[in-house]
């Protein structure tokens, strides 16, 4: 396999795919990534 392919099995997956797999748990997960991006910004601009 090639540097950067993507194999095949995954080339179909999309969000809503992603989405059934996760048990409807994506946007929580990227909620909480996205307040854990926001406190560390926070800090590290207010030091």
């Not at 099995?9 to 809503?16: A, C, G, I, Q, W």
């Not at 996205?34 to 800090?43: A, D, H, N, P």
């Amino acid at each position: 396999m090639l540097e950067g392919e993507i194999p095949e099995k995954y080339r179909s997956v999309d969000e809503e795919e992603i989405n059934r797999s996760f048990g409807g748990s994506l946007p929580a997960v990227h909620a909480v990534v996205k307040s854990y991006l926001q406190i560390i910004w926070v800090t590290k601009w207010t030091e």
